[in-house]
């Protein structure tokens, strides 16, 4: 297994520079990578660079990229995760967990319940880099700076399927999210709340958005819990029913 290191800039079969200090001193200090031995360079577009550590220098890293990997890991769709925000601590859990499930896009809002309002960008940007490194995908999540729920609302395309998840509203089947996944293949939409969950005015704006409202369990889960589990599940279904179309067709 090779170590993987996301590099912002471009990248080529043949000779190249890693111009980052920060991948330099990991390699050296922390990993004790050695002039011959190999590793994976990532930029975020796709496809992994199996690339052999050639010398060290004061700016950065000289490798010889020998060859460009395909990288399959990546969802059948995009997942785009609404996410409240909630406690420092809880949101990094959230980022970090969900880009390692799959999430395309990270879309965090402020709504009227919203206890906390301030958000790291930089940190957060560090965070789902090195989860996208460990969890071994070669497409860098988006991650936007928080918004209204309005806003976010309107970053919904109702041509794609959207969800909001809501502990008192009706328990959607399997076959309800098999439904949303069909409805568009490109796209699904998470949205969730708050440690104090939605108000009624914004449950009614994203019904009327034409965003669908349903519960998973009889249990009510806590904010960060829900930011983890519901993508999962997502995620799997999405897997299940391009593994397996026609199991997943008769359970509709």
Do not use: W
């Given at each position: 297994?090779?170590?993987?290191?996301?590099?912002?800039?471009?990248?080529h079969?043949?000779?190249?520079?890693?111009?980052?200090?920060?991948?330099?001193?990991?390699?050296?200090?922390?990993?004790?990578?050695?002039?011959?031995?190999?590793?994976i360079?990532?930029?975020?577009?796709?496809?992994d660079?199996l690339?052999?550590?050639?010398?060290?220098?004061?700016?950065?890293?000289?490798?010889?990229?020998?060859?460009?990997?395909?990288?399959?890991?990546?969802?059948?769709?995009?997942?785009?995760?609404?996410?409240?925000?909630?406690?420092?601590?809880?949101?990094?859990?959230?980022?970090?967990?969900?880009?390692?499930?799959?999430?395309?896009?990270?879309?965090?809002?402020?709504?009227?319940?919203?206890?906390?309002?301030?958000?790291?960008?930089?940190?957060?940007?560090k965070?789902?880099?090195?989860?996208?490194?460990?969890?071994?995908?070669?497409?860098?999540?988006?991650?936007?700076?928080?918004?209204?729920?309005?806003?976010?609302?309107?970053?919904?395309?109702?041509?794609?399927?959207?969800?909001?998840?809501?502990?008192?509203?009706?328990?959607?089947?399997?076959?309800?999210?098999?439904?949303?996944?069909k409805?568009?293949?490109?796209?699904?939409?998470?949205?969730?709340?708050?440690?104090?969950?939605f108000?009624?005015?914004?449950?009614?704006?994203?019904?009327?958005?034409?965003?669908?409202?349903?519960?998973?369990?009889?249990?009510?889960?806590?904010?960060?819990?829900?930011?983890?589990?519901?993508?999962?599940?997502?995620?799997?279904?999405?897997?299940?029913?391009?593994?397996?179309?026609?199991s997943?067709?008769?359970?509709?």
């Amino acid at each position: 297994m090779h170590h993987r290191f996301y590099v912002n800039q471009e990248l080529h079969v043949g000779e190249a520079f890693i111009d980052s200090l920060q991948i330099s001193h990991q390699l050296t200090k922390v990993l004790r990578i050695r002039p011959g031995e190999t590793v994976i360079f990532f930029n975020g577009m796709g496809g992994d660079f199996l690339s052999e550590i050639v010398f060290y220098t004061k700016e950065g890293v000289r490798a010889l990229i020998k060859e460009e990997l395909p990288n399959r890991r990546e969802l059948p769709m995009r997942i785009i995760l609404h996410h409240a925000l909630i406690k420092k601590d809880m949101t990094e859990l959230v980022l970090q967990k969900g880009t390692e499930i799959g999430i395309s896009e990270f879309r965090p809002c402020i709504t009227e319940r919203s206890i906390r309002k301030e958000f790291h960008l930089e940190r957060a940007r560090k965070i789902v880099r090195e989860a996208t490194e460990q969890s071994g995908r070669s497409v860098l999540p988006l991650l936007f700076e928080p918004c209204s729920f309005e806003d976010s609302l309107r970053a919904f395309n109702a041509s794609e399927s959207g969800i909001l998840f809501h502990p008192s509203a009706r328990r959607a089947e399997f076959s309800d999210i098999a439904s949303l996944i069909k409805k568009s293949e490109r796209a699904v939409h998470i949205f969730l709340g708050p440690e104090g969950g939605f108000t009624d005015v914004e449950i009614a704006g994203a019904e009327s958005s034409g965003i669908h409202i349903a519960s998973l369990f009889q249990t009510t889960l806590r904010a960060e819990t829900a930011g983890i589990v519901f993508p999962a599940l997502l995620s799997a279904y999405a897997l299940l029913m391009v593994s397996h179309p026609l199991s997943a067709r008769k359970k509709k």
